[in-house]
């Protein structure tokens, strides 16, 4: 049976962004490495994907007038 990893792009096509946006990311330890190329297993993305934090977590600006 071959196992099936993810490159970078597999894991943002998977994702649905940018090849940018995931390099960008702190990515879980690689399954496997071939001479600089990194692939994971899907279960292992998911399973990250699943534990990051949602969508305007994180701060950002402050706002202007708080909202009362």
Request: without cysteine; charged residues 25%.
């Amino acid at each position: 049976m071959t196992i099936k990893y993810l490159s970078v792009t597999d894991v943002s096509k998977r994702l649905g962004i940018s090849t940018a946006a995931v390099s960008a990311y702190k990515l879980p330890q690689p399954d496997a490495t071939i001479g600089r190329t990194r692939g994971w297993l899907p279960d292992t993305i998911d399973q990250w994907n699943a534990q990051r934090p949602g969508r305007g977590v994180g701060g950002g600006r402050p706002r202007k007038h708080p909202a009362e």
